[in-house]
């Protein structure tokens, strides 16, 4: 990829490589064009702008036109800069999810909902800890009912 080049213009030659090597499409001809057109969904005029750098097509077309030319879609929006590569990464991949990531402790949880005061921090513990023996409880329970046992 040349830093010189816009992502429209890196997305066309992308396509335009990828068609030819597909065999599929002689670019050089119109009808090499209108049928890739064709099998992507798009306009002749749209497929033109395209493959010479001019406009990238609406999003709902990326994945028929990288079908059309045999590419992976996630392979070609990368590669032509329209989305990072990080941004394919799952949450768990990343790290980014929050769920199940780590335990907090009480404290920390008071923090985050924004009880300071030491009579609101009290009563948040307290209920916490209320909870926690319920859900012990009702998880003990051999019929799997909801009866609390607090």
């Known amino acids: 990829m040349r830093s010189d080049e816009t992502v429209r213009q890196r997305f066309g ?7 030819r090597a597909t065999g599929r499409y002689d670019l050089d001809s119109h009808g090499g ?3 890739l057109a064709r099998a992507a969904g798009l ?8 493959l010479r750098g001019e406009s990238i097509p609406d999003p709902r077309f990326f994945e028929p ?23 394919l990464s799952t949450p768990s991949q990343t790290g980014a999810s929050g769920v199940g990531s780590r335990s ?19 009563l948040f513990a307290a209920a916490v800890e209320r909870l926690q023996r319920t859900e012990r409880a009702t ?4 019929d799997g009912g909801a009866a609390a046992h607090a």
Do not use: F, Q, Y
């Not at 306009?43 to 395209?50: A, D, K, Q």
């Open 13 to 19: 030659r992308l396509i335009a490589s990828a068609a």
């Open 33 to 35: 064009k209108a049928a």
């Open 43 to 50: 306009s002749e005029s749209t497929m033109g702008r395209v």
């Open 65 to 87: 036109l990288a079908d059309a030319v045999d590419l992976d879609v996630r392979d070609l929006l990368v590669e032509a800069g329209i989305i990072s590569p990080e941004s």
């Open 104 to 122: 907090i402790t009480l404290d920390e949880a008071a923090n985050a909902l924004g009880i300071h005061t030491p009579v609101g921090r009290e």
């Open 139 to 142: 998880e003990a329970d051999d």
